[in-house]
T-cell receptor
Framework: DSGVTQTPKHLITATGQRVTLRCSPR?????VYWYQQSLDQGLQFLIQ???????AKGNILERFSAQQFPDLHSELNLSSLELGDSALYFC??????????????FGPGTRLLVL | GNSVTQMEGPVTLSEEAFLTINCTYT??????LFWYVQYPGEGLQLLLK?????DKGSNKGFEATYRKETTSFHLEKGSVQVSDSAVYFC????????????FGTGTKLQVIP
């Protein structure tokens, strides 16, 4: 158990809909990272927040957005969903925002299926 | 930009066989290198890491040595167990200021009794 929690575990929805994925980092960690894992694209970094502020952006679509709240939990919002958005979405956390050699701790993921 | 290339799977081995999963990277400067493991139905876990050239990371019988001259970080284990069946990801984080982690595509390992 990494100490990172994600809800829900599974999500089934229809094209065009909007969903919110939630992540609670390990106690004491200030950074939250979001990743998308799909069969064709592998593990892709989406976005990072550090202590409430956006810190780095990766391959995140404009239809997707995220935020980190004062209690440090984070939400990833996916809108106008398409079939291709079906994937595993992972959240990870770390103590600081330095990237580098800092270890990231991953949650169990949310499996999204868009029908 | 930074990139990681690892051998395609799946890799199927018998229990107690020797394991090598190849990983090479492209990056400027002196990146940090990682191996993460993903067991079925779980998130990724850090397996080992190395932060400078010639460093050897090791954990749970797995080892990898940071070879700058060949830009490689191959994962090895002398005797695999069925419980090692998982997907293994090589990753790197660049040097100098903030750098995001870049992951390889993953190599699935299946160990049969």
């Amino acid at each position: 158990d990494s100490g990172v929690t994600q809800t829900p575990k599974h999500l089934i929805t229809a094209t065009g809909q909007r969903v919110t994925l939630r992540c609670s980092p390990r106690s004491g960690d200030l950074s939250v990272y979001w990743y998308q894992q799909s069969l064709d694209q592998g593990l892709q970094f989406l976005i990072q927040y550090y202590n409430g502020e956006e810190r780095a952006k990766g391959n995140i679509l404009e239809r997707f957005s995220a935020q980190q709240f004062p209690d440090l939990h984070s939400e990833l919002n996916l809108s106008s969903l398409e079939l291709g958005d079906s994937a595993l979405y992972f959240c990870a956390s770390s103590v600081f925002a330095s990237g580098g050699a800092e270890t990231q701790y991953f949650g169990p993921g949310t499996r999204l299926l868009v029908l | 930009g930074n990139s990681v290339t690892q051998m395609e799977g799946p890799v199927t081995l018998s229990e107690e066989a020797f394991l090598t999963i190849n990983c090479t990277y492209t990056a400027t400067g002196y990146p940090s290198l990682f191996w993460y493991v993903q067991y079925p139905g779980e998130g990724l876990q850090l397996l080992l890491k190395a932060t400078k050239a010639d460093d050897k990371g090791s954990n749970k019988g797995f080892e990898a040595t940071y070879r700058k001259e060949t830009t490689s970080f191959h994962l090895e284990k002398g005797s695999v167990q069925v419980s090692d069946s998982a997907v293994y990801f090589c990753a790197l984080s660049g040097s100098g200021g903030y750098q995001k982690v870049t992951f390889g595509t993953g190599t699935k390992l299946q160990v049969i009794p």
